[in-house]
């Protein structure tokens, strides 16, 4: 168990390593001069010349790699060329307000989308599954932001039940937090819900046909244990894969929910960044969103051993 | 798609009759196709018909897109303005229109590139060890990296043109069509009928066109259409926060961003290109779910 | 005084798309408290579909089962629920996957007391340690920890057995129980089964393919052919007079111990030829006709009832006698 714990951890170092390359060597592989388009149509050759030098492109690619490394690994994200403020400084702001709405997003997704997967592969062919199906679909199709703004006008503009945008630090109110948040996470997690939901239902419907299900129905297990205890454990780790995998979508979601929802979250920084050709910003929002999804698969490898006893590397 | 009479627990279903028999005659063979494959006549048909109302966007009561009225600003819609107009005075209903063409682009051309690129790369480490040792590393890292985040980075640093929204969505989407491949070839490497070709002395390229390829194109075109829909939604979404296509350029992404700033009072200018999104990529989804089900019957149960 | 259960004119069918399967056509027979009953026949006869129907685990069938006087078949689930597991317990014929990888195997027994008898989870693990010392598991108190992945085939059989005991039910259906394992575990299983039924005095009903395992551990056999039953009568009369063409194949086809072929001319395996006819057209006359060395062209036509020919002897052929006065 031990074992299986240090070898997923240190499993994520190289994955990270190359993550913090590529990320590095955009800057490098970009067509152009990235420092002109960073400087921008009006910019001075003067200009340019600084952002190249502060972009550290005047100078040998893996010196510059090393050393930027290591300045990572301290929490050092370079500064931002609009701002001159320290990145890891402006994205530490800013987290809050992110990570609370994903982790809203997860758990919403999580009541709604297994419930209903499962359901589904119960009722298989049935008119529930249907709808369960439909609505699968249309998660895939309709754009995290149309669904956004979709509910902001029914449930914001004319029902009046929610605030149109902006966002309530968790410290300051739970409540105007929570109702803050509430219409962005049911956006966000409509995707969310109709992948989770899926492969809950494909898996469900191979694990029902299992003997093991019929032997527990043949003890007297009732239908409700048999679905929610005895087959769901059983498909767990295909469901906490795609929620793992999933996560990438969540987090591009929520960089688009926030500027739908005004929430003054890293999605947003990153937004106003991209307006500002901020490329420092950009790269430091990118590397801790991918550290990020790497550490939430190393979590979802790690509750593998917690669902299913057979895996023990 | 299983509507069979649900099996008595514990045994499995019988097959499909409508995979056993040969499709009835009296039918025809259009009215058979739609009863055995409702999914994809319907998204095929409903794709067409947004594809023919691109390239004929002109002939369809347009007006120039970009042509400015700022005297007729934020016209609600009305017998002139049939989407009404936005806050420079031009007509939504064109936009929306001239907009199908750079979604479709977009579109078709990330999932032709991605597959082609995806495929090629997913064979080479498929056959080749040393490669595949350090390819698939780059790719684990590239996917450990949101694809829209990589997009907005890699936009971050090119000027705003559709080939380069194009070619960034291409680039995040490359790794997991790799994937995909090299499971697939590395599955056919151990069938007993390619060992055998391997064995026999068949030269490498002429195993992958005779026995790899076949059976890699199937499961790679339904991952292209899912790349179609997931790239229209891409484009639109980097444009929508301003990374992607030009502002001058309509497109649907685009619209909703100029949108954004009234749309609590002019709800419109964003709701039609929104509802024409939907529905574009609502039908290539089913597209590639009916290809999925009839391409692959044992990956029809999952995902 | 009445049968633990009295199974009439039980009918399964399944509605598939490509017509029905009559999986059990009119079925009659009942086992009494504390006796074991052996069920015979060849794969897809029926056996397997009769047993799960006594429990209810397929589509409710027309017909009566009698269960100490209540019809099964008209109970609401919740009520079917109570019966599964505690009157009535069932083993399957896989032990490899008939057990839930992801559960420990105490808890897996631990469920069925806390389902039947309102156990808490603590009495429950108790008397799972209990179950499997019963079933000859040995450190049952480190084994009840521990998940199915690691035992091995014969020890889950105990498992199952030890599940299906638990709650000391009436009548045991053990579908196939040793089919899955090695001969020798087979015997230390059949040994088991044999010595917890004296224990907790449950009747058992054996469905098996293997006429020495009936030998062994049942007092009646019943013989099934294409989902009806062919022959019925105590072991002895099966075994020395076996009356119908069917159950004399069977025994043909059955290796004997302690018999080798120099010692007498005609200890040759036979096999039954053909093969069984389809179950998703309905059959006109004898099932058996298109197998039967001595068909006629009655068989063809009219199906035999079942008829009584000895006091504990019970067959369906047009020429039971013709086999009676042979023997």
Redesign the interface.
């Known amino acids: 168990m031990l074992a299986y714990t240090v070898r997923r951890v240190i499993a994520t170092i190289p994955v990270m390593l190359i993550v913090a390359l590529f990320v590095f060597s955009l800057l490098y592989i970009a067509p152009g001069d990235p420092a002109a388009i960073i400087a921008g149509d009006q910019a001075t050759p003067d200009d340019v010349e600084r952002i190249r030098a502060s972009l550290g492109l005047d100078r040998p690619f893996l010196i510059r790699f090393t050393e930027w490394l290591f300045r990572v690994m301290q929490g050092d994200l370079g500064v931002s060329i609009f701002t001159n403020l320290p990145v890891s400084h402006m994205i530490k702001q800013r987290l809050e307000p992110t990570y609370s709405l994903m982790l809203l997003t997860l758990i919403i997704a999580l009541t709604f989308a297994i419930p209903m997967g499962v359901l589904a592969a119960w009722k298989q062919g049935t008119w529930i599954d249907r709808l369960v199906m439909v609505f699968a679909v249309l998660g895939f199709s309709v754009p995290v932001f149309v669904v956004g703004y979709v509910l902001a006008y029914t449930f914001a503009l004319q029902l009046d039940w929610f605030p149109v945008q902006g966002y309530t630090p968790i410290g300051t109110s739970f409540t105007g937090w929570l109702s803050n948040l509430m219409l962005p996470a049911v956006a966000l997690g409509g995707a969310f819900i109709a992948l989770i939901a899926r492969i809950t239902r494909a898996t469900m419907l191979e694990v029902l046909s299992q003997d093991y299900v019929r032997t527990a129905k043949a003890k007297g297990v009732g239908q409700g244990a048999i679905l929610f205890v005895h087959a769901l454990k059983n498909a767990a780790v295909p469901i906490i894969t795609i929620i793992g995998i999933g996560f990438a979508g969540l987090i591009g979601g929520a960089v688009v929910t926030e500027s739908v929802f005004a929430i003054p979250g890293v999605g947003r920084l990153v937004v106003d960044a991209i307006l500002r050709r901020d490329y420092p910003v950009i790269q430091g929002v990118v590397l801790m969103f991918s550290f990020t999804y790497v550490i939430v698969n190393l979590i979802v490898d790690l509750l593998y051993t917690v669902f299913d006893p057979r895996i023990r590397y | 798609m ?5 099996p ?7 097959p ?2 409508a995979d ?1 028999l040969p499709p009835r005659k009296e039918r025809g063979r259009v009215g058979m196709f739609i009863v055995r494959y409702p999914t994809i006549a319907v998204g095929g048909f409903m794709v067409s018909l947004f594809i023919l109302m691109a390239i004929f966007a002109p002939f369809l009561g347009t007006v120039d897109p970009t042509a400015l009225a700022p005297a007729k600003r934020t016209r609600p819609p009305s017998g002139d303005y049939w989407f009404g107009s936005d806050m420079l005075g031009r007509d939504v209903y064109s936009r929306v229109l001239y907009g199908a063409r750079i979604s479709l682009i977009v579109g078709f051309s990330v999932a032709i590139c991605a597959a082609s690129v995806g495929l090629f790369i997913g064979l080479v480490s498929g056959f080749i060890r040393s490669v595949d040792a350090i390819v698939m ?2 790719m ?11 997009a ?8 705003a043109s559709v080939e380069n929204v194009i070619i960034a969505i291409t680039i995040a989407d490359v790794p997991r069509v790799s994937r995909l491949v090299r499971g697939v070839v590395l599955t056919l490497r151990e069938q007993p009928y390619v060992e055998a070709a391997i064995a026999s002395g068949t030269r490498l390229p002429m195993i992958i066109i005779k026995h790899i390829l076949p059976n890699t194109l199937a499961p790679v075109l339904v991952q292209a259409t899912f790349l179609c ?1 997931s790239a229209m ?1 891409a484009e ?2 980097l444009s ?4 992607g296509t030009p502002p001058i350029i309509p497109s649907w992404g685009n619209i ?1 961003a100029e949108g954004r700033a009234l ?2 009072v002019k ?1 419109y200018i ?2 039609f290109p ?1 509802v024409f ?2 529905i574009t ?2 039908s290539v ?2 597209l590639g ?1 009916g290809m999925r089900d009839a391409l692959d019957p044992r990956m029809a ?3 | 005084m009445p049968p633990l259960l009295d199974v009439q004119n039980l009918q399964t069918h399944f509605g598939t798309i490509d017509g029905v399967v009559r999986a059990v056509e009119g079925v009659s027979f009942h086992i009494n408290a504390g006796e074991t009953v052996g069920v015979v026949g060849e794969s897809g006869c029926g056996k397997s579909v009769t047993a799960m129907s006594i429990l209810r685990l397929i589509q409710t069938p027309p017909g009566k089962i009698l269960f100490q006087g209540r019809d099964l078949l008209e109970l609401s689930e919740p009520e079917m629920q109570a019966i599964r597991g505690k009157d009535i317990s069932m083993i399957f014929q896989e032990p490899m996957t008939s057990l839930n990888p992801v559960l420990t195997v105490g808890r897996q027994i631990g469920e069925t007391v806390v389902l039947h008898e309102g156990l808490s989870a603590r009495e429950a693990e108790q008397r799972a340690v209990e179950m499997l010392t019963l079933v000859g598991i040995p450190a049952p108190g480190r084994r009840v920890r521990e998940y199915p992945h690691q035992l091995s085939g014969g020890m889950r059989q105990r498992v199952m057995i030890a599940m299906a005991l638990a709650c000391s039910p009436q009548l045991l259906v053990a579908d196939e129980p040793t089919t899955a394992l090695d001969v020798t575990i087979q015997a230390q299983i059949l040994e088991l089964m044999r010595d917890l039924k004296t224990r907790v005095g449950a009747a058992i009903m054996l469905i098996t393919h293997d006429l020495g395992v009936v030998a062994e551990m049942a007092q009646r056999v019943i013989v099934m052919y294409a989902g009806r039953k062919v022959e019925e009568g105590t072991v002895e009369e099966i075994f020395l007079n076996p009356l119908h063409p069917y159950t004399r194949g069977l025994m043909g086809a059955m290796p004997k111990l302690g018999s080798s072929l120099h010692e007498t001319g005609r200890t040759k395996l036979t096999e039954i030829q053909g093969q069984v006819p389809s179950l998703r057209k309905p059959i006109i006359g004898c099932a058996f006709a298109s197998r039967c060395p001595g068909v006629t062209d009655v068989c063809r036509k009219i199906a035999p009832a079942i008829e009584q020919k000895a006091p504990a002897h019970w067959v369906a052929c047009h020429y039971a006698e013709r086999a009676m006065a042979a023997a």
Not at chain 2, 140 to 150: E, K, V
Request: zero cysteines; hydrophobic letters at 55%; aromatic letters at 6%.
């Open positions: 299983s509507t069979t009479t649900l008595p627990n514990g045994f499995t279903p019988a499909q009759l056993v590393r780059i684990d890292g590239m996917m450990s990296i949101p694809s829209i985040l990589l907005i980075a890699m936009m971050a640093l090119t000027r829909a939604i639109a979404t929508f926060i301003g990374a909703m749309w609590q709800p964003v709701f929104a999104l939907s990529v609502l989804n089913l779910d149960k999952r995902i």
